[in-house]
Each structure stands twice: as structure tokens, then as C-alpha cells.
């Protein structure tokens, strides 16, 4: 396995742009989550995928952010209208569907967002 | 909602000791599962150690052990002979065991400092 990776590492805009993220899971995973954290906080989950379906969404998932998985494979997460708030790191992660159910959660390195 | 509590915002240990980080969690669920994960400075999440709540048994995994209090909600890690790559940001997690959503709920995190 080479590991859950995002593009960009870094990322800084001025507030009311529109940024995307790209989460490339590992190969086979077929669940991707998506979690934002901000300073001296844990991370808070926004949103989940299995294979393409995105099947929740956190209440912290304003209308501003969209995330989609075409196929199953990699994922984006778009933030429209950027606002200081948004401010954070957003990491990806990724799992496998395995016979029990310990689904432990591979984590990418994050992106971090800085909004001007 | 489930909610999980690291009530150290920091601690601090000399190398070869042993330090115990503390994290209990809310929850009305009988069957669920406790991550702790290491997030080490500016490096990706990792995961330490994880507990079945319908296991007595307290898991281990080299130096790092945990002592599960289910009544108590208690979930606190023992790292035992610390190393100086030790130092991280530590973060205890709560999944639900049920359901089609595996996402974690992170406390705010422990940072453990580990001095020579």
C-alpha cells in the first residue's frame, strides 16, 4: 500500500475563492472520509463515501463545501465563497470493508487551508 | 451524541518512563470500538492501539497498553519505556459499532512531550 495521499499540502487563497482538495485513498478501500481540523482541536468528521454513494453528511458541511467520489476512486472536497473561518486542515481517510468490522481508518497527510 | 474528553491538554515524560493519558468518552451505545491515534508534528495520523468494547481484555501492542474501564468510560493509554519518538499529539477516538457510518469522534488531543 502506498498510503492515503492529498493534493495540495498546503493551500492559501483569498477569502471568496473557490478551492478543491483531491483525497487518492488506498487502492481497494472502498470508504473515504473526510474530516476537518482546526487548532488544538481533534479532527470532526464532515463527510462519508462508500465506493461513489456519499452517505452523510455532517451538519459542519455547509452548502459552501461539495465533495464528490466519481467511480469509487479518488475524491474532492470544493469549498466555494471561502471565508476565514474555513481556515483549517482538512484530512482524508480511508478504510476497507473486511469481514468483521474493525475498519481501521488510514489517514493522508492533510491539506492545509489558510484563507486570507 | 457520543463526545469523548481528554481532560490533558499536555503532558510530559523522561525518556525510558512510563506516562498514561487519560480519555473518557459518552456514550449510549452497549457495543462500539476506542482508537487512540499519534499524530506526530507536521506528519500524518497513525494509528497506536484499538479496543473492542465487548472485550475484557485490555489490548496491547508492544509499549504502548491501555487500561478499558467500560463502566467508567474510561479509556486512558499507558506508554511504557518512552522513546523520544514518542512526542506527538495523541488523540483518543470513539466508532460507533453499528450502523453503515464508521466515522471516529476525536477528543481534542494530548500532547505529550518526551524529554531526554
Known amino acids: 500500500d502506498t498510503g492515503v495521499s492529498q493534493d495540495p499540502r498546503h493551500k492559501i487563497t483569498k477569502r471568496g475563492q473557490n478551492v478543491t482538495f483531491r483525497c487518492d485513498p488506498i487502492s481497494e478501500h472502498n470508504r473515504l472520509y473526510w474530516y476537518r481540523q482546526t487548532l488544538g482541536q481533534g479532527p470532526e468528521f464532515l463527510t462519508y463515501?462508500?465506493?461513489?454513494?456519499?452517505?452523510?453528511k455532517s451538519r459542519l458541511l455547509s452548502d459552501r463545501f461539495s465533495a464528490e467520489r466519481p467511480k469509487g476512486s479518488f475524491s474532492t472536497l470544493e469549498i466555494q465563497r471561502t471565508e476565514q473561518g474555513d481556515s483549517a486542515m482538512y484530512l482524508c481517510?480511508?478504510?476497507?470493508?473486511?469481514?468483521?468490522?474493525?475498519?481501521?481508518?488510514?489517514f493522508g497527510p492533510g491539506t492545509r487551508l489558510t484563507v486570507l | 451524541a457520543q463526545t469523548v474528553t481528554q481532560s490533558q491538554p499536555e503532558m510530559s515524560v523522561q525518556e525510558a518512563e512510563t506516562v498514561t493519558l487519560s480519555c473518557t468518552y459518552d456514550t449510549s451505545e452497549s457495543d462500539y470500538y476506542l482508537f487512540w491515534y499519534k499524530q506526530p508534528p507536521s506528519r500524518q495520523m497513525i494509528l497506536v492501539i484499538r479496543?473492542?468494547?465487548?472485550?475484557?481484555q485490555n489490548a496491547t501492542e508492544n509499549r504502548f497498553s491501555v487500561n478499558f474501564q467500560k463502566a467508567a468510560k474510561s479509556f486512558s493509554l499507558k506508554i511504557s519505556d518512552s522513546q523520544l519518538g514518542d512526542a506527538a499529539m495523541y488523540f483518543c477516538?470513539?466508532?460507533?459499532?453499528?450502523?453503515?457510518?464508521?466515522?471516529?469522534?476525536f477528543g481534542k488531543g494530548t500532547l505529550l512531550t518526551v524529554n531526554p
Open positions: 479496543q473492542e468494547a465487548y472485550k475484557q
Open positions: 477516538a470513539y466508532r460507533r459499532s453499528g450502523g453503515s457510518n464508521y466515522k471516529l469522534t
Open positions: 463515501f462508500q465506493n461513489e454513494a456519499q452517505l452523510e
Open positions: 481517510a480511508s478504510s476497507r470493508r473486511t469481514g468483521g468490522s474493525t475498519d481501521t481508518q488510514y
